[in-house]
């Protein structure tokens, strides 16, 4: 069974670091895109950053200068370096990605379970 699992969540000052990292396990055949979402108090998930197999990002405009996606396919994780954190990018922070996996032979579209992430003014 394929899973993703996020860590490096926490407290943060604003101004402060963070580091998120998302591991995928189980039997996989290939990874496509991987991504990182966010879903603040009362407000809808939004794609934050994402990332293609060959290394082609993209980032939504409020992150951009601040928040950097990288990934490691050997290890099949992804991370996201985010820097200057402001309160607003308070929010539960999930992984996402594309995989073929051994048993279902298809591409299929997986979450994780979300880490939070709050930065205090």
């Known amino acids: 069974q394929v899973q993703l699992v996020e860590s490096g969540g926490g407290l943060v000052q604003a101004g402060g670091s963070l580091r998120l990292s998302c591991a995928a396990s189980?039997?996989?055949?290939?990874?496509?895109?991987m991504a990182w979402y966010r879903q603040g108090p009362g407000t809808q998930r939004e794609l934050v950053a994402s990332?293609?197999?060959?290394?082609?990002?993209d980032y939504v405009t409020s992150v951009k200068g601040r928040f950097t996606i990288s990934r490691d396919n050997a290890k099949n994780t992804v991370y996201l370096q985010m820097n200057s954190l402001k309160p607003e990018d308070t929010a539960v922070y999930y992984c996402?990605?594309?995989?073929?996996?051994?048993?279902?032979?298809?591409?299929?579209?997986?979450w994780g379970q979300g880490t939070q992430v709050t930065v205090s003014s």
């Open positions: 996402n990605a594309d995989i073929t996996g051994v048993l279902a032979e298809r591409l299929l579209n997986y």
């Open positions: 990332i293609s197999r060959r290394g082609v990002t």
């Open positions: 189980g039997s996989i055949l290939s990874i496509g895109i």
